[in-house]
């Protein structure tokens, strides 16, 4: 099998799951079929992907461009069938939220170093990781800058996002806050007293901003 026929096969199976944890949230197709939703959604991905491969620059990049075409494909098919923007990326917001927050434990673990028998170690372990984790995990179309770091603060400046360019590259900047959705979670999970971080996120690029800005501080934890 070529590399392009593995691609294809690929492909085909992440939009046949999405959809499968779709059909639940969408009651009327308008006289469609649901295979014929699958078709059009996996032929506009493979299109957007082959439209916008030059934002491929390394392996981080290559997933993040089948990731974000796949749910612009789900979105642009869904749109006419909800009829609202916001039902649309409503159903898709929570399709790709159900899986993280069963693993979110394991993602803090992994992304950041915290682990849940040294809860109070947080603001340390994101001190250490934060940046250095997500320059590896997600690549060279992400920038981060860090701007404070000291014994209680640590803000870390996002300058550049995959997700975000993207998006607007294509003209639907909307469908951004979705993967923002995913930081929400594990930010949520991070105010339970027991970690001792307080989290601040005054802007951020999906909503216009020049900087997505990361700012923890150091607190007390609570058992």
């Known amino acids: 099998m070529s590399e392009q026929a593995k691609t294809d096969v690929i492909s085909k199976s992440l939009v046949t799951n999405l959809l499968a944890a779709v059909r639940p949230q969408v009651a009327y197709l308008r006289?469609?079929?649901?295979?014929?939703?699958?078709?059009?959604v996996h032929e506009r991905m493979t299109k957007l992907i082959e439209q916008n491969k030059a934002m491929i620059i390394d392996a981080p990049s290559r997933q993040w461009l089948q990731l974000c075409s796949m749910i612009l494909a789900a979105y642009q098919e869904l749109l006419p069938l909800v009829g609202d923007k916001q039902i649309a990326l409503s159903v898709l917001r929570n399709v790709m939220e159900a899986p993280f927050k069963e693993g979110l434990t394991g993602y803090i673990a992994d992304r950041f170093g915290i682990l849940q028998d040294a809860p109070e170690d947080a603001f340390n372990r994101i001190a250490e990781n934060f940046k250095v984790r997500g320059e590896k995990r997600f690549g060279q179309t992400y920038a981060y800058v860090q701007e404070v770091q000291d014994e209680e603060r640590s803000f870390i400046n996002i300058q550049?996002?995959?997700?975000?360019d993207f998006f607007r590259a294509n003209g639907m900047?909307?469908?951004?806050?979705?993967?923002?959705?995913m930081d929400n979670l594990w930010i949520a999970e991070l105010e339970n007293p027991q970690y001792g971080v307080r989290f601040k996120q005054p802007t951020t690029l999906a909503g216009g901003d020049d900087l997505c800005r990361f700012q923890f501080t150091k607190t007390k934890a609570k058992p």
């Open 173 to 181: 900047p909307e469908v951004t806050p979705i993967f923002c959705a």
């Open 160 to 164: 550049k996002c995959f997700f975000n």
């Open 31 to 40: 006289g469609r079929f649901w295979d014929e939703i699958e078709m059009a």
